[in-house]
């Protein structure tokens, strides 16, 4: 049996188990594709790789009400798209776009906020760099933020997970972000944990700690002569 067939027949039992378990199953397809676009270094299974996960997102279409089972298999279907790199570029392009739409889709502001956050990998990742992109995540990604801020102190975390995603890819050069960038975050951060302070929410102590150590990163790398511009 050559390398189709068996991937061909991989994909036929998990057709027969998606009325029983549809949730299994989208998960099942996106580690076929995994596997399939591991060992397809010539993208000669483009078009049934690209077959496999549509497969996974229309079970996710149909069969995923549920807002915490959502938020989980947008994560997972997030990150198998990050690790695909064997599509054509409009197939990609697509499977991008509507996980960006999922993204975006799900139930509270919160949830939208973090996962188009961790989809700023799908624009620069390594067989991708499209950085105009992924600085327009960002952007909405604090613009939704500030709306959850907004509407409940607590989600101040948002901010700081912002403020760490900034550092990931400034360290490595990535994403076309500027210090200016970092500084921006930090201050909204400073300023609105002197709200917290006096609001004291239940994660008051969690944000603190997370704000606390990202600090003491950045002041690190200012100690190395990196990011001297940003005052902490």
């Given amino acids: 049996m050559c390398i189709r067939d ?4 991989a994909a036929k039992l998990i057709e027969k188990l998606t009325a029983n378990n549809p949730e299994l199953c989208i998960r099942l397809y996106l580690q076929l594709a995994l596997a399939v676009s591991s060992v397809d270094k010539e993208k000669s299974f483009d078009e ?7 497969q996974a997102l229309l079970l996710y279409e149909e069969n995923v009400t549920d807002a915490e089972a959502k938020k ?9 798209v990050i690790n695909i790199s064997s599509l054509s570029e409009e197939n990609y392009d697509t499977l991008i776009a509507n996980t960006m739409s999922y ?10 906020c973090l996962a ?3 989809a700023t990998h ?3 990742n390594n067989h991708l760099v499209n950085e105009a992109k992924m600085f327009n995540c960002f952007k909405k990604c604090l613009q939704t933020a500030e709306v959850s ?3 409940n102190i607590r989600n101040l975390l948002l901010y700081v997970h912002i403020l760490n995603k900034f550092l990931y890819f400034l360290a490595r050069g990535q994403g076309n972000l500027k210090p200016d960038d970092l500084q921006y975050c930090v201050k909204l951060i400073q300023e609105k944990l002197i709200i917290a302070e006096k609001e004291k929410p239940d994660n008051l102590d969690l944000i603190k700690k997370y704000f ?11 100690a190395e002569g990196k990011l001297t511009e940003i005052e902490v």
């Fill in 6 to 9: 068996s991937f061909t027949s």
């Fill in 48 to 54: 049934f790789t690209y077959e496999l996960i549509s």
């Fill in 72 to 80: 989980a298999t947008v994560q997972y279907i997030t990150a198998a």
């Fill in 103 to 112: 993204c975006s889709k799900l139930l509270k502001k919160p949830d939208q």
């Fill in 116 to 118: 188009v956050l961790n």
């Fill in 122 to 124: 799908l624009f620069v």
């Fill in 149 to 151: 801020v907004n509407s």
């Fill in 212 to 222: 606390s150590n990202t600090k003491s990163y950045l002041q690190a790398k200012k």
